[in-house]
């Protein structure tokens, strides 16, 4: 397999390219698979879950599609957000405090490589750290 080659998430076949259409204000992901003459197109989502996201109110998470980039370091930023109003205000157990600490250690140790490492033009130095624990 290329590591190019672009699988469909939905139906897990190749497709031709990807499409985001604009639908009342609101745009949606679709991939557009080429099967001959005729064009298949695969719902992939919206871009943003607005009904989802405003259930997650109280951790100020916007939830974002399939193709946006850097969902991960957005959620986690609002995340840590919330979780930082929770420490402030008292809110956040004893328990999950412990069960957050070492893994916020190692995310704070490895940014620092990392950072350390595009600054003196080195790549790959957390391939030198074990895999995450979870
Ligand atoms: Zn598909």
Not at 39 to 64: I, Q
């Amino acid at each position: 397999m290329e590591a190019t080659q672009k699988i469909c998430p939905r139906c897990g076949l190749k497709y031709s390219w990807m499409e985001r259409r604009r639908s009342n204000g609101r745009e949606y992901y679709y991939a557009v698979h080429v099967e001959g003459s005729k064009r298949r197109k695969c719902y992939l989502g919206p871009r943003e879950y607005e009904n989802v996201s405003r259930l997650h109110y109280d951790v100020a998470l916007t939830f974002k599609g399939l193709l946006e980039r850097g969902r991960a370091v957005d959620y986690l930023e609002s995340l840590l957000i919330a979780l930082k109003r929770d420490v402030m205000r008292e809110r956040l157990s004893r328990e999950d405090a412990k069960r957050l600490m070492p893994l916020a250690k190692e995310l704070v140790e490895r940014l620092e490589l990392l950072l350390k490492s595009k600054e003196g033009g080195e790549e790959d130095v957390l391939s030198r750290f074990p895999p995450p624990s979870r």
